[in-house]
């Protein structure tokens, strides 16, 4: 048993370094590219609604980049996990190799990217004069992401084998669900958005990390409660689907 997961563990490393090397392979700026995409997106939702939308907001630039790298971590770990089966088919039909793992290597691809965009507030954290909090529980935060992220990746990755179209799909629903969260905007006390804010799984995730980080509150157990709730929903769900199509997954690959 230990001989096996110690074989699991040195697995997922050699993949997840693998992948590391693969992305930055012949590209001059290497890893700046993981932050480059976050920082040129906020500073163009930060020119054009740092006056009208955030006006009001304490540390509006911080709450603004948080919400984007936040929200990053999740499209880009559910993406690439979409993706994992197809894009690793013929190391699946010619290594017995578990599934898992490729999906566990994609999403600790993000998280280290994740990272890096981490480092990058926590600059503009320090160039703002807003010392980081409350760490410890920020930590539980990541890992209840890590673990959503990893549950939808699950779901994603197994439709992706069985119906190629779930990549436009999923496209179009992360479009909307982009505008669903307040990531660039605060929803308005006692408007819809904060209704349908308490449905939305990345409203927690973004939230948590804003208060424990940025305004320095502990959020109450309820918010970390229903965050909790939805990731166990997540790898529930995502992974009870992955075991049924998972017997018929390499014919179809």
Not at 30 to 41: A, N, S
Not at 63 to 92: E, Q
Request: net charge positive.
């Amino acid at each position: 048993m230990l001989l096996q997961l110690r074989k699991d563990i040195t697995l997922l490393y050699q993949l997840t370094k693998a992948n590391i090397k693969l992305q930055n392979e012949n590209s001059i700026l290497g890893i700046l590219w993981y932050i480059l995409g976050p920082l040129f997106l906020f500073s163009i939702l930060l020119f054009v609604f740092r006056s009208r939308l955030g006006g009001d907001v304490e540390h509006y630039p911080l709450y603004l980049l948080l919400g984007i790298i936040t929200w990053n971590f999740f499209i880009t770990g559910s993406s690439r996990c979409m993706m994992v089966f197809s894009s690793n088919a013929a190391l699946i039909k010619s290594l017995p190799i578990k599934l898992e793992i490729l999906l566990l290597s994609a999403v600790l691809y993000t998280f280290f990217t994740h990272i890096l965009e981490l480092i990058l507030f926590v600059a503009f954290m320090y160039w703002y004069a807003v010392e980081p909090m409350y760490i410890p529980l920020f930590f539980i935060v990541l890992i209840l992401g890590f673990l959503f992220t990893l549950g939808v990746g699950f779901f994603l990755s197994s439709l992706y084998v069985l119906f190629r179209d779930i990549q436009q799909i999923w496209s179009v629903i992360t479009r909307a669900w982009w505008f669903a969260t307040p990531i660039f905007y605060v929803p308005t006390p006692n408007g819809p958005g904060v209704f349908f804010s308490q449905f939305n799984p990345i409203y927690y995730m973004i939230h948590l990390s804003r208060q424990l980080l940025i305004y320095h509150e502990i959020p109450s157990l309820s918010q970390f409660g229903a965050f909790t709730g939805f990731t166990v929903l997540s790898l529930i769900f995502g992974y009870t689907v992955f075991v049924y199509i998972r017997p018929s997954l390499v014919e179809r690959l």
